[in-house]
Protein backbone atom coordinates (compact mmCIF):
# COMPACT_ATOMS: atom_id res chain seq x y z
CA UNK A 1 0.00 0.00 0.00
CA UNK A 2 1.70 3.17 -1.01
CA UNK A 3 0.89 6.06 1.54
CA UNK A 4 1.35 9.95 1.94
CA UNK A 5 1.71 10.87 5.02
CA UNK A 6 1.80 14.66 6.92
CA UNK A 7 2.54 15.71 10.06
CA UNK A 8 2.28 19.48 10.75
CA UNK A 9 1.11 18.94 14.40
CA UNK A 10 3.80 21.13 15.96
CA UNK A 11 6.97 22.78 15.50
CA UNK A 12 8.09 19.68 13.20
CA UNK A 13 6.60 19.22 9.71
CA UNK A 14 6.86 15.92 7.55
CA UNK A 15 5.72 14.27 4.62
CA UNK A 16 6.57 11.04 3.61
CA UNK A 17 6.15 8.43 1.31
CA UNK A 18 5.91 4.80 2.21
CA UNK A 19 5.01 1.97 -0.44
CA UNK A 20 4.88 -1.23 1.36
CA UNK A 21 7.33 -2.15 3.72
CA UNK A 22 9.58 0.51 1.98
CA UNK A 23 10.22 4.36 3.60
CA UNK A 24 10.62 5.98 -0.21
CA UNK A 25 11.10 9.74 1.15
CA UNK A 26 10.82 11.51 3.52
CA UNK A 27 11.21 15.49 4.16
CA UNK A 28 11.54 16.92 7.94
CA UNK A 29 12.15 20.54 9.08
CA UNK A 30 11.98 21.48 12.63
CA UNK A 31 12.48 25.45 12.57
CA UNK A 32 10.62 28.09 13.33
CA UNK A 33 9.02 28.72 9.95
CA UNK A 34 5.21 28.33 8.73
CA UNK A 35 3.84 25.36 8.00
CA UNK A 36 2.04 27.37 5.11
CA UNK A 37 4.93 28.43 3.95
CA UNK A 38 6.61 25.11 3.68
CA UNK A 39 4.19 21.99 3.52
CA UNK A 40 3.53 22.42 0.05
CA UNK A 41 6.94 22.86 -1.44
CA UNK A 42 8.34 20.08 0.74
CA UNK A 43 5.55 17.85 -1.19
CA UNK A 44 6.13 19.50 -4.63
CA UNK A 45 9.81 18.56 -3.61
CA UNK A 46 9.67 15.08 -2.53
CA UNK A 47 7.04 14.53 -5.44
CA UNK A 48 9.99 15.64 -8.07
CA UNK A 49 12.83 14.04 -6.41
CA UNK A 50 11.03 10.13 -6.50
CA UNK A 51 9.20 11.30 -9.83
CA UNK A 52 5.96 10.76 -7.53
CA UNK A 53 2.74 10.77 -9.86
CA UNK A 54 0.32 11.66 -6.48
CA UNK A 55 -2.36 9.74 -8.64
CA UNK A 56 -0.45 6.15 -7.63
CA UNK A 57 -0.69 6.40 -4.33
CA UNK A 58 -3.63 4.57 -2.05
CA UNK A 59 -4.43 6.62 0.77
CA UNK A 60 -2.96 9.63 2.73
CA UNK A 61 -2.29 9.44 6.20
CA UNK A 62 -2.52 12.46 8.40
CA UNK A 63 -1.55 13.42 11.94
CA UNK A 64 -5.27 14.14 13.17
CA UNK A 65 -4.49 16.09 16.64
CA UNK A 66 -4.03 17.25 19.01
CA UNK A 67 -1.11 19.69 18.56
CA UNK A 68 -0.85 23.64 17.43
CA UNK A 69 -4.48 24.42 15.99
CA UNK A 70 -3.06 26.54 13.37
CA UNK A 71 -0.39 23.09 12.60
CA UNK A 72 -3.28 21.04 13.03
CA UNK A 73 -5.92 23.48 10.59
CA UNK A 74 -2.80 23.22 7.60
CA UNK A 75 -1.45 19.81 7.48
CA UNK A 76 -5.79 19.14 7.77
CA UNK A 77 -6.51 21.31 4.59
CA UNK A 78 -3.88 20.21 2.71
CA UNK A 79 -5.04 16.54 3.23
CA UNK A 80 -8.24 17.15 2.61
CA UNK A 81 -8.14 19.07 -0.70
CA UNK A 82 -5.80 16.13 -1.86
CA UNK A 83 -7.76 13.62 -0.64
CA UNK A 84 -10.82 14.64 -2.88
CA UNK A 85 -8.97 15.85 -5.56
CA UNK A 86 -7.53 12.33 -5.93
CA UNK A 87 -10.60 10.78 -4.99
CA UNK A 88 -8.36 8.98 -2.26
CA UNK A 89 -8.95 7.92 1.44
CA UNK A 90 -7.77 9.58 4.64
CA UNK A 91 -6.29 7.72 7.75
CA UNK A 92 -6.48 9.71 10.40
CA UNK A 93 -3.89 8.75 12.96
CA UNK A 94 -3.97 10.26 16.72
CA UNK A 95 -1.00 12.01 17.05
CA UNK A 96 0.54 11.45 20.41
CA UNK A 97 -0.13 7.49 19.01
CA UNK A 98 2.04 8.11 16.12
CA UNK A 99 4.73 10.09 18.26
CA UNK A 100 4.70 6.58 20.48
CA UNK A 101 5.13 4.53 17.48
CA UNK A 102 8.87 5.93 17.04
CA UNK A 103 9.15 3.16 19.72
CA UNK A 104 8.23 0.10 18.23
CA UNK A 105 9.02 -2.75 19.83
CA UNK A 106 10.06 -1.00 23.58
CA UNK A 107 8.22 -2.99 26.13
CA UNK A 108 8.53 -0.22 28.39
CA UNK A 109 6.24 2.39 29.03
CA UNK A 110 5.93 4.87 26.77
CA UNK A 111 4.67 8.39 27.86
CA UNK A 112 4.51 11.15 24.46
CA UNK A 113 4.07 14.69 26.14
CA UNK A 114 3.46 17.89 23.77
CA UNK A 115 3.68 21.04 25.25
CA UNK A 116 -0.31 22.14 25.27
CA UNK A 117 1.10 25.14 27.29
CA UNK A 118 -1.17 26.23 30.63
CA UNK A 119 1.22 24.20 32.65
CA UNK A 120 -0.34 20.67 30.19
CA UNK A 121 0.24 18.49 27.92
CA UNK A 122 -1.51 16.32 25.36
CA UNK A 123 -0.45 12.84 26.53
CA UNK A 124 -0.83 9.28 26.01
CA UNK A 125 0.45 5.48 27.49
CA UNK A 126 1.62 2.67 25.77
CA UNK A 127 3.43 -0.46 25.49
CA UNK A 128 4.42 -2.57 23.21
CA UNK A 129 3.27 -6.59 23.43
CA UNK A 130 5.28 -9.32 21.01
CA UNK A 131 3.04 -11.37 19.65
CA UNK A 132 2.90 -14.89 19.42
CA UNK A 133 5.24 -16.69 17.19
CA UNK A 134 4.11 -18.86 14.67
CA UNK A 135 6.22 -22.18 14.43
CA UNK A 136 9.75 -22.06 14.74
CA UNK A 137 10.53 -18.43 13.68
CA UNK A 138 12.89 -16.53 16.06
CA UNK A 139 10.95 -13.28 14.49
CA UNK A 140 9.32 -11.40 16.69
CA UNK A 141 6.74 -8.37 15.98
CA UNK A 142 4.47 -6.47 17.91
CA UNK A 143 1.48 -5.10 18.34
CA UNK A 144 0.98 -1.09 20.23
CA UNK A 145 -1.43 -1.53 23.14
CA UNK A 146 -3.13 1.99 24.48
CA UNK A 147 -2.65 1.98 28.14
CA UNK A 148 -4.48 5.25 28.22
CA UNK A 149 -5.29 7.02 24.99
CA UNK A 150 -4.19 10.57 24.48
CA UNK A 151 -5.74 13.49 26.71
CA UNK A 152 -4.92 16.51 27.59
CA UNK A 153 -4.10 16.93 31.29
CA UNK A 154 -1.88 18.33 33.92
CA UNK A 155 2.00 17.36 34.25
CA UNK A 156 1.03 16.44 37.77
CA UNK A 157 -1.75 14.12 36.85
CA UNK A 158 0.81 12.34 33.96
CA UNK A 159 3.15 11.59 36.38
CA UNK A 160 0.61 10.23 38.89
CA UNK A 161 -0.46 7.97 36.25
CA UNK A 162 3.22 6.58 35.58
CA UNK A 163 3.69 6.12 39.03
CA UNK A 164 0.47 4.25 39.89
CA UNK A 165 1.76 1.74 36.84
CA UNK A 166 5.47 1.40 38.43
CA UNK A 167 6.68 0.37 35.71
CA UNK A 168 9.92 2.20 34.02
CA UNK A 169 9.02 4.93 31.61
CA UNK A 170 10.42 6.42 27.95
CA UNK A 171 9.21 10.10 28.05
CA UNK A 172 9.44 11.71 24.64
CA UNK A 173 7.84 14.49 23.00
CA UNK A 174 8.45 18.55 22.75
CA UNK A 175 6.80 18.84 26.17
CA UNK A 176 9.48 16.63 27.96
CA UNK A 177 12.11 19.46 28.07
CA UNK A 178 9.48 22.27 28.93
CA UNK A 179 8.57 20.41 31.87
CA UNK A 180 11.66 18.26 32.71
CA UNK A 181 12.32 19.53 36.14
CA UNK A 182 8.71 19.57 36.95
CA UNK A 183 9.34 15.78 35.85
CA UNK A 184 12.36 14.53 37.84
CA UNK A 185 10.83 15.79 40.91
CA UNK A 186 7.06 14.16 40.33
CA UNK A 187 8.14 10.89 38.43
CA UNK A 188 8.89 8.25 40.89
CA UNK A 189 9.55 4.89 38.90
CA UNK A 190 13.01 4.58 36.53
CA UNK A 191 12.58 6.58 33.49
CA UNK A 192 14.93 7.30 30.47
CA UNK A 193 14.65 9.97 27.24
CA UNK A 194 14.08 8.63 23.89
CA UNK A 195 16.75 10.06 21.58
CA UNK A 196 16.91 13.53 19.17
CA UNK A 197 16.30 10.81 16.08
CA UNK A 198 13.04 9.52 17.75
CA UNK A 199 11.57 12.05 19.99
CA UNK A 200 9.60 14.32 17.75
CA UNK A 201 6.66 13.62 15.19
CA UNK A 202 8.32 11.75 12.28
CA UNK A 203 6.30 11.23 9.33
CA UNK A 204 7.57 7.81 8.71
CA UNK A 205 6.42 6.70 11.90
CA UNK A 206 3.42 7.99 11.33
CA UNK A 207 2.93 5.94 7.87
CA UNK A 208 4.09 2.80 9.36
CA UNK A 209 0.93 3.04 11.88
CA UNK A 210 -1.33 4.32 9.24
CA UNK A 211 -0.81 1.06 7.20
CA UNK A 212 -1.55 -0.74 10.62
CA UNK A 213 -4.86 1.50 10.70
CA UNK A 214 -5.42 0.68 6.99
CA UNK A 215 -5.39 -3.46 7.76
CA UNK A 216 -8.01 -2.60 10.17
CA UNK A 217 -10.34 -0.51 7.94
CA UNK A 218 -9.87 2.81 9.93
CA UNK A 219 -9.83 5.06 6.43
CA UNK A 220 -12.73 7.56 5.95
CA UNK A 221 -13.04 9.76 3.07
CA UNK A 222 -12.01 13.51 2.98
CA UNK A 223 -15.79 14.84 3.35
CA UNK A 224 -15.46 13.34 6.89
CA UNK A 225 -12.53 13.72 8.07
CA UNK A 226 -11.77 16.39 11.25
CA UNK A 227 -8.79 17.29 13.00
CA UNK A 228 -9.13 16.50 16.95
CA UNK A 229 -8.11 19.10 19.22
CA UNK A 230 -8.89 17.86 22.62
CA UNK A 231 -9.51 21.29 23.86
CA UNK A 232 -11.18 24.28 22.72
CA UNK A 233 -9.19 27.17 20.74
CA UNK A 234 -8.61 30.05 22.13
CA UNK A 235 -10.90 32.14 19.63
CA UNK A 236 -13.82 29.34 21.14
CA UNK A 237 -12.11 29.66 24.87
CA UNK A 238 -12.94 33.38 24.63
CA UNK A 239 -16.07 32.73 22.81
CA UNK A 240 -17.01 30.71 25.78
CA UNK A 241 -16.18 32.80 28.34
CA UNK A 242 -18.05 35.82 26.17
CA UNK A 243 -21.07 33.83 26.93
CA UNK A 244 -20.69 33.52 30.06
CA UNK A 245 -20.29 36.61 31.22
CA UNK A 246 -23.49 37.61 29.53
CA UNK A 247 -25.57 37.26 32.33
CA UNK A 248 -23.44 39.88 34.00
CA UNK A 249 -23.28 43.13 31.91
CA UNK A 250 -19.84 45.05 32.09
CA UNK A 251 -19.70 48.53 30.71
CA UNK A 252 -16.49 48.70 29.19
CA UNK A 253 -17.40 45.33 27.76
CA UNK A 254 -20.35 46.18 25.68
CA UNK A 255 -18.41 49.28 24.61
CA UNK A 256 -16.00 47.19 22.87
CA UNK A 257 -17.06 45.66 19.55
CA UNK A 258 -14.91 42.82 19.63
CA UNK A 259 -11.39 41.24 18.97
CA UNK A 260 -11.96 40.68 15.34
CA UNK A 261 -8.80 38.02 14.30
CA UNK A 262 -7.59 37.44 11.25
CA UNK A 263 -5.93 34.13 10.16
CA UNK A 264 -5.41 31.64 7.17
CA UNK A 265 -8.39 29.84 5.92
CA UNK A 266 -8.31 26.55 6.54
CA UNK A 267 -10.69 23.46 5.20
CA UNK A 268 -12.77 23.49 8.39
CA UNK A 269 -13.64 27.22 7.53
CA UNK A 270 -15.08 26.36 3.97
CA UNK A 271 -18.81 26.15 5.04
CA UNK A 272 -18.97 29.25 6.32
CA UNK A 273 -16.64 31.15 4.08
CA UNK A 274 -19.36 29.42 1.31
CA UNK A 275 -22.22 30.90 3.11
CA UNK A 276 -20.98 34.00 3.50
CA UNK A 277 -20.52 34.33 0.16
CA UNK A 278 -23.99 33.52 -0.58
CA UNK A 279 -24.82 36.37 1.38
CA UNK A 280 -22.38 38.88 -0.58
CA UNK A 281 -23.03 37.59 -4.03
CA UNK A 282 -25.65 35.54 -3.85
CA UNK A 283 -25.19 33.91 -7.94
CA UNK A 284 -22.01 35.46 -8.39
CA UNK A 285 -20.14 33.37 -5.12
CA UNK A 286 -17.64 30.89 -5.35
CA UNK A 287 -19.07 27.57 -4.35
CA UNK A 288 -17.63 25.15 -2.23
CA UNK A 289 -15.34 23.55 -4.23
CA UNK A 290 -13.62 26.19 -5.92
CA UNK A 291 -12.91 27.33 -1.97
CA UNK A 292 -11.51 24.25 -1.08
CA UNK A 293 -9.47 24.10 -4.43
CA UNK A 294 -7.68 27.26 -3.55
CA UNK A 295 -6.27 25.81 -0.46
CA UNK A 296 -4.36 23.30 -2.14
CA UNK A 297 -2.31 25.57 -4.34
CA UNK A 298 1.01 27.26 -3.50
CA UNK A 299 0.24 30.34 -5.46
CA UNK A 300 -3.11 31.89 -3.54
CA UNK A 301 -3.44 32.85 -0.10
CA UNK A 302 -6.97 32.92 1.43
CA UNK A 303 -7.94 34.74 4.83
CA UNK A 304 -10.87 34.49 7.16
CA UNK A 305 -11.58 36.84 9.86
CA UNK A 306 -13.14 35.64 12.98
CA UNK A 307 -14.88 37.31 15.53
CA UNK A 308 -15.79 35.81 19.01
CA UNK A 309 -15.72 31.93 17.12
CA UNK A 310 -17.49 32.92 14.40
CA UNK A 311 -16.20 33.16 10.46
CA UNK A 312 -17.33 37.38 9.53
CA UNK A 313 -14.64 38.03 7.42
CA UNK A 314 -13.06 36.09 3.60
CA UNK A 315 -10.51 37.43 1.54
CA UNK A 316 -7.81 35.44 -1.36
CA UNK A 317 -5.35 36.11 -3.81
CA UNK A 318 -3.94 34.28 -6.53
CA UNK A 319 -0.35 35.11 -8.04
CA UNK A 320 -0.07 35.01 -11.79
CA UNK A 321 3.24 35.91 -12.67
CA UNK A 322 4.00 38.52 -10.06
CA UNK A 323 0.77 39.82 -10.13
CA UNK A 324 -1.95 39.08 -7.44
CA UNK A 325 -5.29 38.82 -8.49
CA UNK A 326 -7.45 39.82 -5.41
CA UNK A 327 -10.44 37.23 -6.07
CA UNK A 328 -12.68 37.36 -3.01
CA UNK A 329 -13.40 39.96 -0.43
CA UNK A 330 -16.93 39.58 1.80
CA UNK A 331 -17.34 41.00 5.05
CA UNK A 332 -20.64 39.77 6.97
CA UNK A 333 -23.49 42.75 7.07
CA UNK A 334 -23.25 42.59 10.74
CA UNK A 335 -19.96 43.50 11.26
CA UNK A 336 -19.36 46.03 8.65
CA UNK A 337 -18.12 49.20 9.40
CA UNK A 338 -15.73 47.56 12.18
CA UNK A 339 -12.66 47.51 10.15
CA UNK A 340 -12.86 43.77 9.20
CA UNK A 341 -12.04 44.08 5.47
CA UNK A 342 -8.84 46.90 5.88
CA UNK A 343 -7.36 44.49 8.48
CA UNK A 344 -7.94 41.42 5.84
CA UNK A 345 -6.51 43.44 3.10
CA UNK A 346 -3.42 44.58 4.61
CA UNK A 347 -2.57 41.22 5.93
CA UNK A 348 -3.29 39.97 2.49
CA UNK A 349 -0.95 42.43 0.78
CA UNK A 350 1.67 41.65 3.26
CA UNK A 351 1.73 37.82 2.61
CA UNK A 352 1.47 38.35 -1.11
CA UNK A 353 5.34 39.48 -0.89
CA UNK A 354 6.53 36.33 0.78
CA UNK A 355 4.55 33.99 -2.53
CA UNK A 356 6.26 36.46 -5.00
CA UNK A 357 3.46 39.09 -5.68
CA UNK A 358 4.62 42.66 -6.43
CA UNK A 359 1.75 44.05 -7.57
CA UNK A 360 -1.99 43.92 -7.13
CA UNK A 361 -5.57 43.77 -8.93
CA UNK A 362 -9.39 43.58 -8.66
CA UNK A 363 -12.53 44.35 -9.80
CA UNK A 364 -15.36 46.14 -7.73
CA UNK A 365 -19.17 47.37 -8.77
CA UNK A 366 -19.28 50.79 -10.05
CA UNK A 367 -21.69 51.44 -7.41
CA UNK A 368 -19.96 49.69 -3.99
CA UNK A 369 -18.85 53.33 -2.99
CA UNK A 370 -18.13 52.01 0.52
CA UNK A 371 -15.64 49.17 -1.28
CA UNK A 372 -14.00 51.80 -4.06
CA UNK A 373 -13.37 53.81 -0.96
CA UNK A 374 -11.57 51.21 0.73
CA UNK A 375 -9.30 50.30 -2.43
CA UNK A 376 -8.57 53.76 -2.67
CA UNK A 377 -7.41 53.82 0.95
CA UNK A 378 -5.33 51.06 0.44
CA UNK A 379 -3.55 52.55 -2.67
CA UNK A 380 -5.54 50.85 -5.16
CA UNK A 381 -5.83 53.18 -8.38
CA UNK A 382 -8.95 53.05 -10.78
CA UNK A 383 -6.75 52.00 -14.65
CA UNK A 384 -10.13 51.24 -16.30
CA UNK A 385 -13.60 50.02 -16.69
CA UNK A 386 -15.62 46.98 -17.80
CA UNK A 387 -19.29 48.38 -19.14
CA UNK A 388 -21.84 45.73 -17.92
CA UNK A 389 -20.31 43.23 -16.64
CA UNK A 390 -21.83 42.45 -13.08
CA UNK A 391 -25.55 40.97 -13.39
CA UNK A 392 -28.41 41.33 -11.05
CA UNK A 393 -28.19 44.38 -10.83
CA UNK A 394 -26.42 45.41 -13.92
CA UNK A 395 -23.40 47.12 -13.29
CA UNK A 396 -19.93 48.59 -14.49
CA UNK A 397 -17.04 46.21 -13.10
CA UNK A 398 -14.00 49.41 -12.20
CA UNK A 399 -10.69 47.31 -12.54
CA UNK A 400 -8.16 48.72 -9.68
CA UNK A 401 -4.64 48.17 -9.32
CA UNK A 402 -1.98 48.61 -6.56
CA UNK A 403 1.66 48.90 -8.61
CA UNK A 404 4.90 48.05 -6.84
Known amino acids: MKILSIDTSGLVGAVAITDGDMLVSQFSIQYKTTHSEILMPMLDNMAKKINLDLSTIDAIAVAMGPGSFTGLRIGSATAKGLALALNKPIIPVPTVDGIAYNL ?3 EKI ?3 MMDARRNQVYTGLYTFVPKTPEGKSLERTF ?3 VLHEQFATSVENIADEINKIGKPVVLLGDGVPVYHDKLEELIKVPYS ?9 NAAALSALAAVYAEEGRMISGDDFAPDYLRLSQAEREAKEGKDTEAKPDKARNAAPG ?6 MTAEDIDDAYNLEQMNLGKEAWNKKQLLDALTRDDT ?3 VAEKAGRIVGLCGVQNISGEGEITN ?3 SPDTRREGVAYKMLRQLLERGKGIGIESYTLEVRAANAPAIALYERLGFVSEGVRPGFYDEPKDDAVI ?4 K
Open 259 to 264: IIRVRE
Open 301 to 303: IYL
Open 143 to 145: DMM
Open 193 to 201: IAPLHQNRQ
Open 400 to 403: YWKR
Open 110 to 112: ICP
Open 104 to 106: YGI
Open 329 to 331: VSV
